[in-house]
């Protein structure tokens, strides 16, 4: 899935450029029928975890058009989502052209097929059913922590794997109770159906049977969803964003 980050750090503003990768190929392929690109890429951030990674790039240089040559600056900075598959690592999402500033959102398609979605997790970590919780995930999902940052150089990758978040679950769920009292406050539909994002804003509390200490955190999660599968599948959440 490759996203339009429209040069802003506000996922609320962020939209679904290509679905799949057909839709990727052909948009490809016709701006470099237009454009010839003399650009430097630099590497600023790599994370990996077992067989995921998330890495930035920024591009910088010129664009030139084919027919008449003219030219423009060009700067861009993406964050990739990379999975490996046997021994060769390839790219399963992008954000191209995120920004550092937070801008005012334009109004995305809201849905409430992916809001459902996400009150079915909630109610997942509320009554404890980790297997509730692990069939709302698609099979190839991140988890990932922002640690409070809105900027991507320094998100990590916390869980990505199917049997890592089932003994993740498990751990937790076993002696912890959790509340959280989540708002739905952005959805954002691609135009072909298939692509969701979706942003909250949620309070959580831990409670353990070891006593009567708990814990409590406010935070904001971005959420990825796809239907690739039939229905609605969460396939990445990020922790702790930075809004």
């Known amino acids: 899935v490759v996203y339009a980050g429209q040069r802003s750090a506000d996922p609320r503003a962020w939209q679904v450029l290509c679905e799949d990768r057909e839709a990727f190929r052909e948009a490809v392929g016709q701006d470099l029928r237009a454009n010839r690109y003399e650009i430097e890429r630099q590497v600023p951030y790599i994370h990996v975890r077992g067989k995921k990674a998330i890495a930035t790039t920024l591009d910088s240089g010129q664009v030139v058009e084919r027919t008449g040559g003219t030219t423009r600056p060009f700067r861009s900075e993406w964050v990739w989502y990379f999975a490996k598959f046997e021994d060769k690592w390839l790219a399963t999402g992008v954000v191209q052209g995120i920004g550092g500033e937070l801008t005012v959102p334009g109004a995305g398609r809201g849905d409430e097929e992916i809001a459902e979605v996400l009150r079915e997790e909630e109610e997942g970590w509320e009554q404890g059913s980790a297997g509730g919780l692990t069939g709302l995930y698609d099979e190839d999902f991140i988890i990932m922590d922002a640690g409070g940052l809105l900027r991507p150089e320094k998100w990590v990758l916390l869980l990505g794997a199917s049997?890592?978040?089932?003994?993740?679950?498990?751990?937790?769920?076993?002696?912890?109770?959790?509340?959280?009292?989540?708002q739905v406050v952005h959805t954002y539909l691609s135009s072909g159906g298939g692509e969701a994002l979706a942003l909250t804003r949620e309070q959580v509390r831990a409670t353990y049977e070891s006593g009567p200490a708990g814990h409590q955190l406010e935070r904001w999660v971005l959420w990825t969803l796809s239907r690739r599968s039939g229905s609605?599948?969460?396939?990445?959440?990020?922790y702790r964003l930075g809004l």
């Open 163 to 182: 049997e890592e978040l089932e003994k993740w679950l498990d751990k937790r769920l076993q002696r912890t109770r959790y509340q959280l009292d989540r």
């Open 232 to 238: 609605w599948k969460i396939t990445s959440a990020l």
